[in-house]
């Protein structure tokens, strides 16, 4: 099948197509605009296959996603181009609404026009697969969990966002029978991941001696998800899901943030060991405005229906990801060169 990544140089969907390129026969066009968090850095160990090619193109660009569609003729869409940092969103929501809603309106449109002109088994194995966030469903008190049936509730400009995207893909199956599925996902960890998200954040501020901050108590509950799971999850929805389904995403392991952090401080003390403890640099700072208290997946559709489950649990994820980024500071310094200091942001100030 050839499948056309959009986002592919960001962290989830780089690992989709390092997935798709080492464990199946899939052709893979990605198509990404390289923003501050895309970086080819990712795809290192795939770029030179025969099967991947890479496009420097905005999905709101109408007329080069047209191109594309027309060079590469592709079977699968798979949407992973977002902007995805809640406290961006905060301080900068334009750039959110014009690629996350705005783009995804014009790759829609596109996918249309395309699909339109297939005729036969090509027609027929067509899907569109929109790649989307448990942020969309808002926050959980202390029990129960989201479902493909949750209402949507985002209470930030970035889950008002990808809420929006999930509807008009929705809409575009129901008016115009473009054939999609959707996904929505809990928080995400792994290698490659860039460096304003709470996970490489604390282990490369712990390893600079910086503080490692905290938002407010600490107290936030998080479903994570190892990223290379999410990609076997999605490459498995878009290849044998039933058309027009949604599916959640979840790694089966709610933590609260504070216990992230403290993890994270636990496995450096063992495997960087210095004079003191790296839990003595956490520091709490002020909360992000309108923070979700708790998200927390029930995934029981894909595994009944699918036979999907992660296998890295959380400890042995959050193992994998701390040697990841020991190894690879490198990796870490080229994709944060003159783009990001790891300052706070997101205060709404």
């Not at 798709?20 to 198509?31: D, P, S, V, Y």
């Not at 493909?148 to 008016?175: I, M």
Request: with cysteine; hydrophobic share 35%.
């Amino acid at each position: 099948m050839k499948i056309l990544v959009t986002g592919g140089a960001g962290f989830i969907g780089s690992a989709v197509i390092r997935e798709a390129i080492t464990q199946t026969n899939h052709e893979i066009c990605n198509l990404d605009k390289l923003t501050y968090a895309g970086n080819l850095e990712s795809l290192a160990d795939i770029e030179n296959s025969e099967r991947y090619q890479f496009v420097q193109a905005d999905i709101s660009d109408r007329e080069a996603v047209e191109a594309c569609f027309a060079s590469f003729n592709p079977d699968i869409i798979m949407n992973l181009a977002a902007e995805s940092h809640v406290d961006r969103s905060i301080d900068g929501p334009s750039e959110f609404m014009q690629t996350n809603i705005m783009g995804t309106f014009t790759l829609l449109e596109v996918a249309r026009e395309y699909y339109s002109t297939l005729t036969g088994v090509k027609k027929d194995q067509f899907r569109f697969h929109h790649i989307s966030t448990d942020e969309v469903f808002g926050t959980l008190g202390t029990e129960g969990f989201f479902t493909e049936d949750t209402p949507y509730a985002p209470n930030s400009p970035y889950s008002a966002s990808k809420a929006s995207s999930d509807h008009l893909v929705r809409a575009w199956h129901e008016t115009y029978g473009l054939p999609t599925l959707q996904t929505n996902c809990s928080n995400n960890y792994g290698p490659y991941h860039f460096p304003e998200k709470l996970i490489p954040l604390v282990i490369l501020n712990a390893l600079d001696g910086k503080d490692l901050p905290v938002y407010g108590d600490g107290s936030q509950v998080r479903d994570w998800l190892y990223v290379e799971d999410h990609a076997r999850a999605l490459l498995k929805v878009v290849t044998e899901g039933a058309v027009g389904s949604t599916y959640n995403i979840g790694g089966h392991n709610e933590k609260k943030n504070i216990e992230v952090v403290k993890t994270i401080c636990s496995l450096l003390d063992e495997l960087v060991p210095k004079d003191g403890k790296y839990e003595d640099q956490i520091t709490y700072v002020a909360d992000r405005p309108g923070h979700d208290q708790r998200y927390a997946i029930d995934a029981t559709k894909i595994s009944k229906e699918l036979n999907w489950k992660p296998l890295e649990t959380f400890e042995s994820g959050i193992r994998k990801t701390v040697e990841w980024y020991l190894a690879n500071k490198p990796w870490c310094e080229a994709v944060t060169k003159n783009k990001y200091d790891r300052g706070r942001i997101g205060l709404n100030t």
